[in-house]
């Protein structure tokens, strides 16, 4: 049992002492995987606000269905009520004929056109919004066919432009989202195993020598995959802090640009949860690195 | 592993080293060794010689598992060296101590923290392997040194060092090859008196050598290669040791 | 002269000879240069790409000046030349009383409106465009103003909000794209020289004893200098390559989302000067990279 | 630069190697060499003999500049060592062959290209550098392994590489440490021949060695330090060289 303990203690002192010892390798090691992650991180920054946008994006769609001229507000709201079963339909908003009068004198041309008139001509609209899941061009063709089967129901303007366009943003944020986040993440695990193993190539014959004098494996391995690990929450920590200076630094240039995506959504910094992550990511990245390297190592 | 736990059943009786028609070539037909038989028993202190080139360090190779036999027995410490695996290797290195011609020093660890780490794979207790250490040392010389690194040192203190690791975990089997190839006359005699204290104490103890003055003064039994092939074999001029 | 000729084609050799000898090494650090090269280039061709969504973006830019209702089409032609003139101005076009009729009564709505109407009681409009450089909140406001003072003008409706937004994400988009390239520049350089570095450090020992022999800082230096460009340009090779596999395999799943993006503008790679410049930068990465760690290097 | 077209003026009479008072410590308060003064003269072979860490090694490195003095004048070949800036350390060297203690071959190139790289660093045409690797491999017995890496080689053979690429220049001033630790007596003989013929064709040579039985045969002039100080200055016993 002491055994087990000494050699316990005795493999981590070497994993700082070969920190120590191989420090210009070990920095340099620690550095990259810093950059690694700080590129990682800040696209991640990135992706977690831009669901703002996303959200501000999805909640303006909604279907306006035209009611006949005949229909007064009455009818209107019990025509409403009954779309509000439609499947995927999340919520509905009757505009009713006065407010439509109001609405269109607001429109340039629209108060000299109603000069001559004594009469309210417009029709009551509902303004329809969906469900998350239905925001989608196809979900939102089956509503608008669905309401067009509806007494009292004379135009459904679904916007399918506007919903396709938003359906081919959504698309290309997701796939190339998801594109390179996982180009970035091979990279980064790429270039730490890289670096890490070049460290490791300036310290093969260590590794040699160890071998010799009879340590096994494990003795060998282990301080090299502690220093990895060590090397990796020192790059996460890093990377965590260069972030947060170039979150201070560019956010009063970007804010004017952001604002506008964002509406009233505030650009926010990584948590203390996300931060974490970034650094057990280091971590983790820092201790595959190098057991990957020592894979690869002949011996 | 239970490495410790079990251990492999030896005779008492067995020498530690026994080799039969040894034969392995680095070069497709150019043999380094070549068909070598041989046996050294518990304690006992033999010197190996041959011209550069003979073979020497090949030999000592094969019995620490370095390099593998293309024919032949080895048994080392009743342990048949062609079918070690997995941790049977390092086990074995555990119980053997070398020095390597080229000292094979760790270049940013301190003198102490060389000699110390042999003692670290066998998970030797931190205050014995300190007391261990400085002693061992002190042995060769280098107490004051022990701060240092490698590189600091002359080329006759660094090949102390090497020796001192070898000795430090009071091995079964001591290979040294050309201990004294950076040393003193003064000091040669230091170093195998060493080594020979050590085969007292039961080590069996190989020493590769070119140096003819200490074979001739010491007369004990050596062992001759000559292009790979077992050329010579003198017994002790006295009795056995 | 033979002399020089004899050692720089020794150090070339001796170039080769390293990269050959030092396999894994080199092949490492040509792969972290490629990895690296890459996220430059696949930015710069978002970048690239970009230009046409900016250039769509902007084309849809313009003030729309609303005549005094009894201003006539030829009257309207009149002011059009007029506003013409105006600094700024890139192009007028007139929309006709006939024609605005024509885009109300496409308007929903619109229909049920003009029924009771006989005489056509929509103004004319001019729609103007800028030129490029006045397309900002400031040259906008700058116009309105200028035009609100001409005769037969009743109204400007300059689309501030509109520019506004458009301001903004040009503004976000120039700002996060230089902020972008210069970061992931300078991890790319900084990733390069530590790779090289521990390249180094690995031989370190080459590199003191052919000083020790009585080699000139150059005839050590050079052949580290040569390898280095080499393994930058094969990366800068294996960058393009990936890149183009990458843009092969990614296109069909984004190009549904970018047309919408890109309008008709059709998504491109780069191309051959391009491609070249990629490769230049992975030759003078490696050169600069290897530069800097020999300087880094003590003796 | 101009290397080759200007050079130091030498008076021809001078001696190669000048020491006045040299001192040198590596820990403050620990001379390494303390107050040593010498001369060389053209062609004269010297033996340099002392103790492990008496300061063989460090006098050597202050004579090829690896080292500086913290005191004291050195003078190679007319130049003073405590000057020596930017090109002037590697001309100097490129006219000083070296054997060094630990070898200091590069691992992965072939014997052939270890040699080779003396004659690359001063520019000799490529068939003529060739021919004269060809023929110092010969003489040290090593052309039959000219394609190897030095690791596959034996510690004597690695030796004799280090020793060829010393001499396959032909330098003015030869520096061996210990060049003969690791060969076997006949071949130890051989390489001292060899030194000695260079001596006889104006090179100046000095081995540090602790091969007594060396020493004692040739009976060149022997330098002995101690403890970092000129113990002993044994001119030869028979005439000068
Ligand atoms: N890895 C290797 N690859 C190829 N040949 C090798 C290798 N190791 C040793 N040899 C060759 O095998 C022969 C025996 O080498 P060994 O090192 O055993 O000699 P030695 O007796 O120790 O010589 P020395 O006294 O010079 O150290 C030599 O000719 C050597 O060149
Ligand atoms: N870089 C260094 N830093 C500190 N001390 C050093 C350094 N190099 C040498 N020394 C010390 O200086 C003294 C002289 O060393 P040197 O290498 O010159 O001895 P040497 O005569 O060559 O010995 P050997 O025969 O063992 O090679 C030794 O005590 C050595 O430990
Ligand atoms: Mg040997
Ligand atoms: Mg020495």
Redesign the interface.
Known sequence: M???F??L??LFR?GI?GLR??A??AL??A??IG??L??VG?FALTIVNMEGVQARFSQKLSVTA?LE?DVDDEAALEIAERVATVEGVEQVTVVGRDE?LER?RGM??GA??????EEN???ASLEITLVNLNRTPQGLGILATALDGLPGID?V?DGREWI??YA??????R??GV??GT??SL?TL??VA??I???I??R???L??????????T?VRTPFLIEGTLQGVVGGIWAALILWL?YLL?MP??E??????LGNAVPRFFNGGEIFFLVAAGAALGFLGSLASLLGWRR | MA??KVSFFERRDESPVRMYHVSKSYIPGQRAIDDVSMELAKGEFVFLTGQSGAGKTTLLELL?A?ERPDDGQILVLGRNIARLRG?GI???????G?V?QDF??????SVE?NVR??L???????REARSRVFNVLRQVGLQHRRQHEPLALSGGEQQRVAIA?ALVTEPEILLADEPTGNLDPDLSLEIIELMLSAATRGTTVLVATHDISLVEKYRRRTIRLDGGRLAEDTPAAGGIG
């Open positions: 002491s055994r087990v000494v050699i203690f005795t070497s002492v010892s191989a210009g390798t340099i090691s550095v990259t950059i690694a700080f590129l800040a035209y001229t439509a269109f340039s041309g000299a056109l109603l000069e001559g008139i001509p417009l029709p135009e303007a396709d366009g081919r943003v959504t698309s290309l944020v796939v190339s594109a390179i180009i970035l990279a790429l270039i890289n670096t193993r070049l460290g190539y300036a093969e014959n260590e040699e020598i160890l071998a010799l004098v009879g340590a096994s494996r003795f170039a560019l240039q970007l004017y640009g952001l604002m506008f995506l | 490495a410790g620490f370095d941790t390092p086990s074995l290195r555990r119980r053997v070398v390597f094979k020093l760790l270049p940013r660890r923290d780490i042999a670290d794979v066998v998970g030797t207790p931190r690791r």
